[in-house]
């Protein structure tokens, strides 16, 4: 990660395979898994996961959100439906091991979070 800040989208445990969510939203993840496809003996991972990453050149959390969004934004209704079976969680990774950066959430996201029933969690990574 070039920069401190990244947001990191998932939907976890759902029903609907992490390929089917893919054809369903017409978005390619940065991560696809189904349960225990990683490691049959360990059984990881523990559940379903599809996700995606924000890529911007940014530490601002606004940045981060366009980058997303402009995927996101068009399936909303369609990952609502899915996120109703598991769980939806924004996570804000941050990486530093100086200072952290300010982590103001733009409104928009949090619409879309309130939207599709998303926790937003703050990972810090030093």
């Known amino acids: 990660m070039e920069h401190n800040v990244q947001i990191d989208f998932q939907l976890l445990g759902t029903t609907v395979l992490p390929n089917d969510i893919s054809h369903m939203t017409g978005i390619t993840p940065d991560d696809e898994w189904v349960k225990g496809e990683r490691n049959k ?18 530490d601002e959390l606004t940045e981060h959100w366009l980058d997303l969004s402009e ?48 926790e937003i969690d703050i990972d810090h990574y030093c």
């Not at 379903?48 to 911007?56: L, M, Q, V």
């Not at 209704?77 to 100086?98: C, H, M, R, W, Y």
């Open 71 to 118: 995927k996101l934004v068009n399936s909303k209704s369609v990952i609502k439906d899915i996120a109703e079976t598991g769980t939806v969680k924004f996570t804000l990774i941050v990486n530093s091991s100086e200072r952290i950066p300010p982590l103001t959430i733009p409104p928009e996201m949090s619409e879309f979070a309130g939207f599709v029933g998303a």
């Open 41 to 58: 003996k360990l059984g990881l991972p523990k559940c379903n996961i599809w996700s995606i990453r924000s890529h911007a050149k940014s």
